[in-house]
């Protein structure tokens, strides 16, 4: 399933909207009951307005009602494996749970990792008593 993910986040790559970093950036989530939610980064002029295509992806997601997720993959045209943002690390931590993380790149690069690996120390609203 990994491969599948994977081949899933390069064809969502390419319908980014990248016109400003060129950075063109796919994702693929998949969910406990075996559906896939692809994403892409969209940019916007108003830069603060972008978003990557992990959170499109989440976001699709969530949105059709699925709330238990396996692993999310993601691909860009990169020298070795990318990595999510910051920010996408923490809504994969608050809407996914710890799932495996697969970072690839288009020259067949990837290494796997779990969300608490790359993010250990997670802003979680549940410790706000």
């Given at each position: ?38 994403g892409c980064n969209l940019e916007n002029a108003s830069y603060g307005l972008t978003i990557c295509a992990e959170r499109v992806a989440i976001f699709k997601a969530v949105s059709g009602g699925c709330r238990e997720f396996l ?59």
């Amino acid at each position: 399933m990994v491969e599948k993910l994977i081949d899933e986040a390069i064809r969502a790559r390419q319908n980014a909207h990248a016109p400003y970093s060129r950075f063109q950036v796919g994702a693929a989530l998949e969910s406990a009951d075996g559906r896939v939610f692809p994403g892409c980064n969209l940019e916007n002029a108003s830069y603060g307005l972008t978003i990557c295509a992990e959170r499109v992806a989440i976001f699709k997601a969530v949105s059709g009602g699925c709330r238990e997720f396996l692993r999310l993959a993601v691909v860009a045209d990169t020298q070795r494996e990318v990595a999510p943002c910051g920010a996408c690390l923490q809504v994969i931590w608050e809407l996914c749970g710890d799932i495996l993380v697969i970072m690839a790149n288009l020259n067949g690069k990837q290494a796997l990792s779990k969300c608490s690996d790359l993010f250990p120390h997670p802003f979680n609203p549940k410790d706000l008593g």
